[in-house]
């Protein structure tokens, strides 16, 4: 069984910066992909940022240079920093775990104008 919990979401104005943590536990496979979905209301859930535990990272293209992707293998924890946060970022975060279908249960940010 493998559980994810989130934290570190809240409110914050256009402009500030918060950052998500993940923390996996649980029978996990030492090469994994974690990484962080997002779904604002009436939209699809979408992609922001994955890491490997190889070293490699991918963004979506909407948080390029804004969101910064990170993670402690030793602590199977994974981290979003995100910076030069928009309205249009407010959204509930999601964790999840590959390989597997592993989902945190979401944290919401709500970034005000």
């Known amino acids: 069984q493998v559980q994810l919990v989130e934290s570190g979401g809240g409110v914050v104005q256009a402009g500030g910066s918060l950052r998500l943590s993940c923390a996996a536990s649980?029978?996990?496979?030492?090469?994994?992909?974690m990484g962080w979905y997002r779904q604002a209301p009436g939209k699809q859930r979408e992609l922001v940022a994955t890491?490997?535990?190889?070293?490699?990272?991918n963004y979506a293209s909407s948080v390029k240079g804004r969101f910064t992707i990170s993670r402690d293998n030793a602590k199977n924890t994974v981290f979003l920093q995100m910076n030069s946060l928009k309205p249009e970022d407010t959204a509930v975060y999601y964790c999840?775990?590959?390989?597997?279908?592993?989902w945190g249960q979401g944290t919401q940010v709500t970034v005000s104008s």
């Open positions: 999840r775990l590959w390989p597997g279908e592993y």
């Open positions: 649980g029978s996990i496979f030492s090469i994994n992909t």
């Open positions: 890491s490997t535990s190889g070293g490699s990272t």
